[in-house]
């Protein structure tokens, strides 16, 4: 399962930069996130609680960065195992400046899944998976956004 997509970001590339790899934005950004814990630079272990549909479920997870061409592009490499089934999604981020104040991301990313969770059909799993990945962005956006008001 793979997807893409873009938004614009109001703030410019560094500040973007800088907000997308805050680990307290991540954990408020990411959807069902109750834990995340630096294990090591750019590695992070999180507990996740998914509510929807075929993927519900806790899943404990790794989140990784890597790849990293600061301030404009990173790998994110995730692999969560849970009683739903394991998940293995790799995106790539990149943030592309417009001007001082505003950046557009670009992402895409490719997912596998295995365990009762692939039993779902794959129209499904990928609808589940632009919702998590739409919500992120959004709440990305909002947390980017009022941290600007606040700088």
């Known amino acids: ?3 893409k997509g873009s938004l614009t970001l109001e703030a410019g ?3 973007s930069w800088e907000v997308l790899l805050d680990p307290h934005v991540l954990e408020k950004c990411i959807m069902g996130c109750k834990k995340l814990d630096l294990i090591e630079e750019n590695k992070y272990t999180a507990d996740l609680a998914i509510g929807i549909a075929a993927v519900k479920g806790k899943y404990e997870s790794t ?3 890597a790849d ?3 301030p404009k592009h990173y790998k994110l490499i995730v692999k969560g195992a849970g009683g739903p089934g394991n998940v293995e999604a790799i995106g790539e981020i990149d ?3 417009i001007d001082e104040n505003t950046t557009t991301l670009s ?3 490719e997912a596998e899944v295995a365990g009762k969770v692939a039993m779902v059909g794959q129209r499904m ?3 589940v998976a632009k919702l998590i990945i739409q919500d992120f962005f959004k709440k ?3 947390e980017l956004k009022r941290m600007e008001k606040s700088a």
């Open 63 to 65: 989140i990784e960065i």
């Open 13 to 15: 590339i560094e500040r």
């Open 1 to 3: 399962m793979n997807g």
């Open 95 to 97: 943030l592309i400046p």
């Open 140 to 142: 990305f956006g909002k």
């Open 68 to 70: 990293i061409e600061k």
């Open 125 to 127: 799993l990928s609808g």
């Open 107 to 109: 992402y895409s990313y």
